[in-house]
């Protein structure tokens, strides 16, 4: 499941080195995951797969993970959230948008999933195995998002209790992996009870 790589050590996207490094990026130079940037995804002592981005923003296909893996079975990163004992966690779609969490707000809560159709009841068992105060849905600010949102945030209320970020606190055009440390926080601070 894992190719030949380097570790990856720079800074990225806005996110910093030593946050690449904490979470253990890869870069992958040979194969069909040559000049991409990869994560692991450990859950339970278990590697489930990778999940590799191209570094090159020209490339079509901009994620690739190995044949066979299950993403509905994904929720990145739940190994360093239980690791961390984290009580509040934001749940994002993207692998970036977590880990921009990550970097700017010091702690692994941005837990993400991998797209709205992966999205899963394994994911709220996850979550729910964390023993969470509460869960932030943090939404893309377009259509998709927020229809992400109005599909997922009734799944998990019944189950734990469910914050959500109004479209009008998130900057227009960004998601979380874009986001600042102020922008990340006036985000949660504005966060509504889903009802």
């Excluded at 870069?27 to 859950?43: L, M, P, T």
């Excluded at 020209?58 to 239980?82: D, F, T, V």
């Excluded at 009580?87 to 948008?97: N, P, Q, S, Y």
């Excluded at 229809?147 to 970020?165: G, N, S």
């Amino acid at each position: 499941l894992v190719p030949p790589s380097t570790p990856f050590r720079e800074e990225y996207r806005g996110i910093s080195a030593s946050t690449y490094e904490l979470l253990d990026a890869r870069k992958c130079s040979v194969g069909r995951y040559a000049d991409r940037i990869f994560f692991k995804i450990e859950q339970d002592g278990k590697l489930l797969g990778i999940d590799a981005r191209a570094l090159n923003t020209e490339e079509k296909i901009k994620y690739l993970r190995p044949k066979g893996c299950n993403a509905k079975q994904w929720l990145y990163s739940l190994k360093h959230m239980r690791e961390y004992k984290v009580t509040r966690a934001v749940l994002v779609e993207g692998i970036f948008d977590s880990i921009n969490i990550f970097d700017k707000l010091g702690l692994p809560i941005g837990a993400s999933y991998f797209g709205t159709n992966n999205f899963s009841q394994e994911n709220i068992i996850q979550l729910l195995s964390l023993n969470l105060e509460y869960v932030v849905f943090l939404p893309d600010n377009d259509k998709a998002g927020l229809d992400a949102r109005d599909k997922i945030c009734p799944q998990i209320a019944p189950w734990l209790t469910t914050y959500y970020v109004p479209e009008e606190f998130i900057p227009e055009g960004k998601d979380a992996g874009d986001m600042s440390r102020e922008e990340l926080e006036y985000c949660l601070k504005n966060k509504v009870r889903f009802r």
